[in-house]
């Protein structure tokens, strides 16, 4: 006999969400997860008083998953500035989002880097894409590097914009990334404004735990499954360490984990860098780029000049990210950061280094945002690697696994 109807195997988003889907149907379901926490790739540690996501994340709320999955409200999401600091030879040039931030708008267009040509070559790459997502999904879907080249789009705002910001959100400094992927992120950005919640980006995870709980999951931490066996009516699952579990149906939601025998795309690795600071190098909450490229880091913020939650009354947390593989060492990161923030980074305090080699599913042309959930007989998956690299993906996919688990069951 089948101890539950359904288990699913990891406490990702994905995980939660299809565990939720199933639960309110009115399923059995229990959450088998390795780690002593939920959340998977979006955790957050307390590190001498400082939250320290895993990697440097945020939270878009345009997200449609997001919308309708999450209260973002009780989420305290402290918002970015759409807005990237580019650092230049001779200054800080500052691009923001013309509509959020109209104000800054001749600033922008001052910095230098946009120029006509630009602005008509962005309007060729993105526009369609911004006035309806369906256009992303039309014509034959090529590399971020070459959609570029297509568009026409060249020169500064290319090289010392879009490029190392980019490489930050999607894990890939050359641009082999599906072009029409990107441009729905960038459709994302631009109807969103992104943040991280007040208590850290695991406070996402937790909000989805709490609802998987109250519709009725169990969620079991400390939990990992080291063997999935097919039987007569179920699956026999294997947890190191503790007796076994059976149940009719089986979602594998255990992520990026190449353990199991699931369906695992290759994957692009971030590093994130976390220093404390007695004084913020700068007041501005944007990210900033090293224009010049000159070092390993693509993206640098103060968290704190956003959300002041991240660190202990009167202190800052400033991350860097590099994309891996990163060979970067603490000595020309300091050096890079003082160089893009202008400020003396002798004093800051490396709080911890994230090297997280399998961060992201790579996303390479053509884009498949629908891929298979249903594995076999009773067997579904459920993850970013089934839809897209992004907390919309995992959300998604989750349902999608539970949805398509609710129609073989006929429930
Ligand atoms: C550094 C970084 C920055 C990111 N930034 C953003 C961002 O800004 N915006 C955005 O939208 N997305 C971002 N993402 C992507 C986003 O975090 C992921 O798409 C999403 O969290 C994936 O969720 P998942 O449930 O598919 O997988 P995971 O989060 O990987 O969950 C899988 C779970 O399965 C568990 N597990 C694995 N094996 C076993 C086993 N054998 N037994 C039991 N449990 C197991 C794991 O412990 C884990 O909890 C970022 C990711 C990283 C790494």
Redesign the pocket.
């Known amino acids: 006999m089948n101890d539950y109807d359904v288990i699913v195997?990891?406490?990702?988003?994905?995980?939660l969400r299809a565990a939720t889907r199933l639960a309110e149907a009115g399923r059995d379901v229990v959450i088998?997860?390795?780690?002593t926490a939920?959340?998977?790739?979006?955790r957050t540690d307390i590190v001498d008083g400082f939250r320290l996501d895993?990697?440097?994340?945020?939270?878009?709320p345009a997200?449609p998953a997001v919308r309708r999955w999450v209260d973002i409200d009780a989420l305290a999401l402290r918002r970015f500035p759409v807005a990237v600091g580019v650092r230049l030879d001779d200054r800080i040039a500052r691009l923001a989002h013309p509509l959020r931030h109209p104000s800054a708008f001749p600033e922008t267009l001052r910095s230098g880097l946009v120029r006509p040509a630009d602005i008509a070559a962005l309007a060729r790459w993105v526009g369609p894409t911004l006035l309806s997502a369906r256009a992303a999904k039309k014509g034959r879907d090529v590399s971020l590097d070459e959609g570029w080249d297509r568009a026409g789009l060249r020169g500064p705002l290319r090289e010392a914009m879009l490029e190392p910001f980019l490489a930050g959100?999607i894990a890939d400094d050359r641009q082999r990334t599906s072009d029409a992927f990107v441009r729905l992120l960038i459709r994302s950005f631009a109807l969103g404004r992104?943040g991280v919640p007040a208590a850290g980006i695991g406070a996402l995870p937790a909000q989805l735990a709490d609802t998987a709980r109250r519709a009725g999951v169990g969620i079991r931490l400390s939990?990992?499954?080291?063997s999935t066996r097919r039987r007569a009516h179920g699956w026999h699952i294997g947890v190191e360490g503790r007796d076994a579990v059976t149940a009719h149906t089986l979602v594998l939601?255990?992520?990026?984990?190449h353990?199991?025998d699931a369906p695992h795309p290759p994957t692009r690795g971030?590093q994130?860098w976390w220093f404390a600071a007695e004084e913020a190098p700068s007041g501005d909450a944007a990210l900033r780029v090293d224009g010049r490229r000159r070092g390993p880091i693509v993206n640098t913020a103060v968290m704190t000049n956003t959300a002041p939650t991240y660190a202990p009354r009167g202190q800052h947390l400033v991350q860097a990210t590099c994309v891996m593989p990163s060979a970067a060492t603490e000595h020309e990161v300091r050096r890079q950061l003082g160089d893009v923030w202008e400020a003396d980074t002798r004093p800051w305090r490396l709080l911890r280094r994230?090297d997280?080699t399998h961060?992201?599913p790579v996303q390479d042309p053509p884009l498949r945002l629908r891929r298979p959930v249903r594995l076999d007989d009773g067997r579904y998956v459920?993850?970013?690697?089934r839809d897209t690299?992004?907390?919309?993906?995992?959300l998604v996919?989750?349902q999608r696994a539970a949805e398509a688990v609710l129609a073989d069951l006929g429930g």
């Open positions: 195997v990891g406490a990702g988003l994905a995980g088998l997860e390795a780690n939920v959340g998977g790739r979006e895993l990697g440097f994340h945020v939270l878009n997200y959100v992104p939990h990992r499954v080291v939601a255990s992520g990026l984990d353990a199991l971030l994130t994230d997280i961060a992201l459920a993850g970013d690697h690299a992004s907390i919309q993906g995992a996919s989750g």
